[in-house]
């Protein structure tokens, strides 16, 4: 699965971006099969997971963005977005979107976010 991540950028302490992740090249049937998912990586520190959503839409977050973040998909558009609220410069990172099924498990591209104190 080939995926396409946009809406990083630099924001202010207490705002809101949106991540959006595109699998335009997937056939619909194979999105559909995958766990999709956001993860984030600081410099010199490990991948961890953000949020992540079944072809269904359940959901599993990280504890520290619990209440602040929202995972959603559009499994017709082959879309998935990260919808993040309340930013705290700790949140800043590179996102990296994620599918995940099978014996697969594909990245994108990242995506920097930077939220300044």
């Known amino acids: 699965v080939q995926l396409q991540a946009s809406g990083g950028g630099l924001v202010q302490a207490g705002g809101s971006l949106r991540l959006s992740c595109a699998a335009p090249?997937?056939?619909?049937?194979?999105?559909?099969?995958?766990?999709m998912g956001w993860y984030r990586q600081v410099l010199g520190e490990e991948r961890e997971l953000v949020a992540d959503?079944?072809?269904?839409?359940?959901?599993n977050y990280a504890d520290s963005v619990k209440g602040r973040f929202t995972i959603s998909r559009d499994n017709a558009k082959k879309m998935v977005y990260l919808q993040m609220n309340n930013l705290k410069p700790e949140d800043t990172a590179v996102y990296y979107c994620?599918?995940?099924?099978?014996?697969?498990?594909?990245w994108g591209q990242g995506t920097q976010v930077t939220v300044s104190s």
């Open positions: 994620n599918a995940r099924g099978g014996l697969s498990n594909d």
């Open positions: 090249r997937t056939i619909t049937s194979t999105f559909n099969s995958k766990v």
């Open positions: 959503i079944t072809r269904a839409g359940s959901t």
